[in-house]
């Protein structure tokens, strides 16, 4: 684990007046009007706000999943607008995690297959894909689970064992969108508190869209969507 303070490290992602307009059957809605953001190792990063204020729509342009119409979208020093398609796909893969507010585990694979199967998919070998599995679901306190089913496991299990597969090929940074949003107050915490240290541990940067303001906590910094643009969210 890094010893610099976060500040001053050097960003993993970068985000630079950033711009994003809709064109629907009513005209056109400009969603991100100028929107900058940086993302450092390590760093925990929430962006809060009502819904419909664009933070899906900033979620998917980090995520390489939308181009924006205007701005700079830099991953690892590297500008998304000079990727091919193969090297975005490559860049999401290898760089970029996700974990969404539905789990969407293979439920024909156990628990430690789930989180491995994307690995193999990249080419690792079933047993250094397994022991790199094993080693998260120690991480998540979910040691004695590697063998269970998503069937077989409660609400909160399944979601970390789908936080511990979006960490499989070591992203360099993981966007989670309502991460616990289905999960009941005390289940919500211990998953939570599970990606905090291990973002920790990996250096992780992540960017975190909740509506849960008690999970603000665990954030280096808290932001929101005003008018398009980010700013410190006013808790």
């Known amino acids: 684990m890094s010893t610099t303070p976060i500040s001053?490290?050097?960003?993993?992602?970068?985000?630079?007046?950033?711009?994003?307009?809709?064109?629907?059957?009513?005209?056109?809605l400009e969603v991100l009007r100028g929107a900058n953001l940086e993302l450092r190792p390590g760093e925990m990063v929430g962006l809060v706000g009502p819904?419909?204020?664009?933070?899906?729509?900033?979620?998917?342009?980090?995520?390489?999943?939308?181009?924006?119409?205007?701005?700079?979208?830099e991953v690892d020093g590297v500008d998304a607008a000079t990727m091919s398609e193969r090297e975005r796909t490559l860049t999401r893969r290898k760089?970029?995690?996700?974990?969404?507010q539905f789990?969407?585990?293979?439920?024909?694979l156990n628990a430690i297959d789930n989180i491995a199967a994307p690995l193999m998919i990249d080419g690792v070998?079933?047993?250094?894909?397994?022991?790199?599995?094993?080693?998260?679901?120690?991480?998540?306190?979910?040691?004695?689970?590697?063998?269970?089913?998503?069937?077989?496991?409660?609400?909160?299990?399944?979601?970390?064992v789908a936080i511990a597969r979006s960490l499989a090929n070591h992203p360099r940074v993981l966007i989670a969108d309502e991460p616990t949003g289905n999960l009941d107050p005390t289940t919500t915490t211990a998953v939570f508190q599970s990606l905090f240290d291990t973002a920790?541990?990996?250096?992780?940067?992540?960017?975190v869209a909740t509506h849960n303001l008690e999970l603000t906590s665990y954030m280096d910094r808290v932001l929101t969507l005003k008018d398009g643009q980010l700013a410190k969210a006013d808790l």
Do not use: W
Not at 19 to 27: K, L, N, S
Not at 55 to 73: F, I, R, W, Y
Not at 153 to 158: A, K, V
């Open 8 to 28: 001053q490290r050097k960003p993993i992602m970068r985000l630079n007046n950033v711009r994003r307009t809709y064109v629907t059957g009513e005209g056109s």
């Open 51 to 73: 819904s419909g204020s664009g933070k899906s729509t900033l979620l998917h342009t980090a995520g390489l999943l939308e181009s924006p119409d205007e701005g700079l979208v």
């Open 95 to 100: 760089k970029l995690g996700f974990v969404y």
């Open 103 to 108: 789990h969407h585990l293979l439920p024909e």
């Open 125 to 160: 070998k079933r047993s250094a894909a397994r022991a790199r599995a094993q080693k998260l679901l120690n991480a998540m306190g979910l040691s004695d689970r590697a063998t269970h089913q998503p069937g077989q496991l409660s609400g909160g299990e399944q979601q970390r």
């Open 200 to 207: 920790r541990t990996e250096q992780v940067a992540v960017l």
